[in-house]
């Protein structure tokens, strides 16, 4: 089983160190301490391992050191910043793992980019060698880049010329989206294994600049620096944080220091879980897997009654308190379904609790959204949601009596594939809406579940905003907002009936098919990435040519050259 | 070999008929009349001959039959519109020749589009009958759909449940993106097999109305007779065209009549192509194939001197006009090579004769583009060059003495990944921009070639434009017009290195990195269509639980039931 959680003194490949506003996040790979048998990880390539260290360090710079303005992402190897993912272990790792492995990669830069633009600190990749595949992939989820010029380091996209894939973990795609390098010229820097050093990588807007050996180290402190004292982005070209817009809390240019000015950062505890056979059982959050249906019952038990509403009792609970706690053990619990239980095809979603308590909560975390802990919750929370949506399986809501999907948790419902809301006069079955979901959680083409559930009739949204009270079945189905609302007669059938129907469908037309109905309107970086650029890896991840017998991923490091069957499809 | 061209007096499964301002395009598909053997066309299925004719007749009504202002698009056979791409044709089909198949059947619904959006013609899909799969596919890239309520009829999209592939021909989607069906529906209404009939259809918006089956002919005619007296469409709900604003030539709400009133379209003749076993010649257009070294010499000669410059002249001069008789040529010269020339991995692009005169067509065409001749041409050219952007080859433009990439032709310069210009100040070698280039011909993300191309700097596609006259070799490096500007001494070994390197690289990664890099900038329905929908359609063309031995689309008709490897990817 992968294990998604750990904590810097468990880092086998990072070192996380602060210092006042700077962080140094300094990679260090153990090529021993491998996720699996049969690789080493050599010159700071990387597998699922390293990476989950990464997105908790990225995760607890955020909770914990809030006072820390700059993050400098570099190598304790001398020559080499990143050789990317290890070519080894996506050679031996199954179709599945490759494709799951990378989307978690992609959600591990995608959450530097959601600190940088919501939370305004700034990444600054400091290569102090070369910095190649996956390596370069990284330095370019930064908002800055700078290399060194010691006649020899380079950035390097060789994935198309050495190995018959796609740079897919974002690298096409912020290549010309984001840093907008000239499409000839990223067409050539993509096919060139070699790539581009100092000079003509900032010509061509690689890098953001190149120092000399002897001066690398004094000149990122210098740019750290300025940074720290509010100095704008070189990265003018691109617009930041495209897409990933957070309406009810507005990013700041430079991030509100904690109350009083103090260091006062949160602890992130490690989650605790229970599990046997066929559950896992967190605090808030429970998962009872029916493997030979290949569903899982997935339950988010809601907020007790009168939690506390002053900053003051909140940043006293820390990590326990319930949207925090919630949303971590939810996002352990779908990181969990995706790598470990790869034949549960269907997630049935139930909120238990009460309607109001989520209410309440929601109304304490909308009046103290100027906070940096409020802001930093409302930011995990929404990216927790956006795993969702980026998760490859079927989501049905289940909406019974005692269920509690209001304000943040009716996102689950609005994110669901589908909605099954029992119509029984005689019992209590409500859904209800918060000051949270008109901009809180996006999704990742920009719009909230909201407006993406009514591209047709965008007033509808407001009708359902401007409604009084909580949506009883009846209104629910009126305002559009459930799917099917079966009677007490019917449900059992019903639900079973949908469970069954549903996990008898072809995996795969109904991964391809989610991707696309999930995301209707508008595109950005992070939709083309997950979806178009992550398709096209995943069809090349498939081909012969990458990882038949004679393929060219499979034969990497051999004496054997790869044989191509060069029909162009 | 695969030939693209037919006219309507050929057609074995359309029939074109024309009534003053009205169209009828009645599908009637004669079930032995295939591309290939092992397959019946059934029920109006169809393979790529059916489409073939698709595409030429919506072509021929937009020059023969200008007039034309509502085009119904309907069945001959009782009971059944369409019942979508024939499922044996697929199963028997390569993974090559599926991909390309589907490629174009995407570009022809596109095309209805293109003539609903920019020359205001209307498409009502008049469905007398089951439209399922592919069937509904066309209806949706009608602007208008029309169901009969004969108590059996249906619209579906039964490939996830029956088929464990996508509709992939834009179904998913228009579905959620053009008719912005609510995602929760769609997802019911693409996992139900037999689909939903007339009212459900019209509440849930898969449809714009239904009629019982005694009143089904005279409610279309009614519709018909509205649309023709100008009436709006009632599809309402979703932006028309998106993403193929033509700024040159803005889309009127009528076609303007001809001149005079009077029919005057003007006649499509065959193209003549002189082939021989290693290259083929058009007259403005030649194909020289090295298929040893897996290229293509693709030439476009440019406009002789003194073309007509009056609307008169070149509506007598009809289809043999250079810029529509070249552009048809180029056309046909790309769908040849997709089809029939699969190991042809990189196209070498020149354009041969005289940049003044490339100049002097544009400008007539600029002068005169409120006409309806021209601005159909205009348009053809831009379906053509769109084409182009979608072909899964390398393009390579090169610039030698004597070339002519001006004004239209070089927006081939610009479609190609890279660009080699010979600096030699011997001799001369120009490039030059017309009137034409600043919006005439869009990409499928809606921006032109040269906006895609300065992303980072847009201000540099202006000062472009303001350079007085042709672009000199270093004038066009300077502006950042051309990816390299080797000089005489090294140019052979440069083009012919970049040309041996280009081949020998996977191409599957070259399809997947181009299509990723071509369309930087903003998303459209026609790029999600091709890159995000496209993409995943071909990965699950591949996979096991789709055309493996136990797949479904394998298993389809057969006694055998598909077995799945319910692993989620």
Redesign the interface.
């Known amino acids: 089983m992968i294990n998604f959680q750990t904590s810097p003194d468990q880092y086998k490949h990072w070192k996380l160190s602060v210092d006042d506003a700077v962080a140094r996040l300094s990679m260090d790979v153990q090529e021993d301490h491998t996720l699996a048998d049969g690789y080493k990880l050599k010159l700071n390539s990387y597998d699922l391992g390293v990476d989950i260290e990464l997105a908790d360090a990225i995760q607890r710079i955020r909770f914990e050191h809030p006072e820390v303005r700059a993050v400098v992402v570099t190598s304790l190897k001398p020559r080499i910043f990143c050789a990317g993912a290890n070519i080894y272990m996506l050679g031996t790792s199954s ?2 793992f490759k ?2 492995f990378c989307k978690f990669t992609n959600e591990t830069r995608c959450a530097i980019e959601d600190d940088s633009h919501h939370s305004g600190r700034r990444y600054l990749a400091a290569l102090n060698g070369t910095a190649s595949g996956g390596g370069y992939e990284l330095a370019i989820a930064c908002d800055e880049i700078y290399l060194v010029d010691d006649g020899n380091s380079a950035v390097s996209l060789p ?3 050495l ?4 740079p897919g973990t974002g690298g ?2 912020r ?3 984001k ?10 820097f ?2 060139l294994a070699e790539g581009l050093k100092g000079k003509r990588a900032k010509e061509w ?1 690689l890098i953001d600049d190149t120092f000399a050996t002897s001066k690398f180290e004094d000149a990122v402190d210098a740019r750290v620096a300025q940074v720290c004292e509010g100095a704008d982005s070189p990265s003018h ?2 617009e930041r944080g495209q897409g990933r817009g957070l309406d009810a809390v507005r990013p700041s240019p430079f991030i509100p220091l904690p109350e009083g000015g103090e260091k006062s950062g949160i602890k992130l505890n490690p989650l605790e879980v229970e599990t046997t056979s066929d559950s896992r059982n967190y605090k808030n959050v429970s998962l009872k897997l029916h493997r030979d249906k ?1 569903y899982v019952d997935l339950t988010v038990h809601g907020p007790e009654a009168n939690l506390p509403t002053s900053l003051d009792e909140i940043q006293k609970l820390g990590d326990s308190y319930w949207p925090l706690r919630a949303y971590r053990e939810l996002d352990d619990a779908l990181l969990y379904l995706r790598v470990n239980e ?4 269907l997630v049935c979603v139930r909120a238990e609790g009460n309607l109001d308590e989520v209410l309440a909560v929601d109304k304490t975390l909308a009046a103290n959204r100027d906070s940096w802990l409020i802001r930093e919750i409302i930011l995990q929370m929404a990216r927790t949601l956006r795993r969702l949506d980026l998760t ?2 079927s989501f049905f809501a289940i909406v019974e009596p005692g269920s509690c999907f209001a304000g943040n948790l009716l996102e689950l419902l609005l994110a ?4 099954y809301m029992l119509n029984n006069p005689d019992e209590t079955v409500q859904i209800a809406l918060s000051e949270l979901n008109p901009g809180a959680f996006p999704m990742s083409n920009g719009l909230t579940r909201l407006e ?6 965008p007033k509808k949204a407001y009708e359902a905003f401007a409604h009084d009270g909580a949506f009883d079945t009846e209104a629910a189905e009126e305002f ?1 907002l459930v ?1 099917f609302a079966p009677d007490d007669l019917d449900w059992d059938d019903e639900i079973r009936v949908a469970i069954e ?3 008898s ?14 995301f ?4 950005t970086m992070d ?2 990435i997950y ?3 992550t ?6 991840f ?2 012969p ?2 990882v038949g017998p004679n393929g ?1 991923l499979t034969n990497y490091g051999k004496p054997t050259q ?1 044989q ?6």
């Open positions: 179709h599945a494709v799951n994935e198309v010329p190995l018959g894939v796609l096409l795609t290549l010309v989206d840093r907008k390098v000239r499409r000839d010229r990223a067409d050539v993509s096919t807007g070209l691109w290949r790869p034949e549960i095809g490859a399986k669901s594939d589908r909605s993406s559930r009514f591209l047709a009739e559009g799917t129907e549903r996990t469908l072809s995996p795969d037309a109904l991964t391809g098919m989610e991707a696309s109905l999930r209707a309107g508008p595109e939709t083309k979806g178009r650029l398709a096209w890896q995943n069809w090349i498939q081909r040519n990458a060219a790869a191509f069957d060069f029909k162009r499809t």
